[in-house]
């Protein structure tokens, strides 16, 4: 079993930065893909960044430039560093993981494990 808990989101005003992390437990995750979604209210969960083992990353149309995704496997942590925020990055973030490959993956379905989410609101 594997557990992911996601911390550092908070209220931010537009322009701000915020930096997410998630931490994993139950196992190692140094060949694990990893990936932050969001939800907004009443909208479906959206790929924001994924970063497979070997480090590649990869970013939705909407962050990139502004976001970045890192890992720290030694601590099995990985990050959210999120710049320039715009009130439509409002929404809760969700960790996520599975099983080891050496691919990006871009949908929830692809992901074994879920963390809880950490609300990140954006004031304009």
């Known amino acids: 079993q594997v557990w992911l808990v996601e911390s550092g989101g908070g209220l931010v005003q537009a322009g701000g930065s915020l930096r997410l992390s998630c931490t994993a437990s139950g196992r190692t995750f140094g060949h694990n893909p990893m990936g932050w979604f969001r939800q907004a209210p009443g909208k479906d969960r959206e790929f924001v960044a994924a970063i497979s083992w070997t480090d590649t990353t990869d970013y939705s149309d909407s962050v990139k430039g502004r976001f970045t995704i890192s890992r720290e496997d030694v601590k099995n942590v990985i990050y959210l560093q999120m710049n320039n925020l715009e009130p439509e990055d409002t929404g809760v973030y969700y960790c996520?993981?599975?099983?080891?490959?050496?691919?990006?993956?871009?949908?929830?379905?692809?992901?074994?494990?879920w963390g809880r989410g950490t609300q990140v609101t954006v004031s304009s």
């Open positions: 996520a993981a599975r099983s080891a490959s050496t691919k990006l993956y871009y949908r929830t379905g692809d992901y074994n494990y």
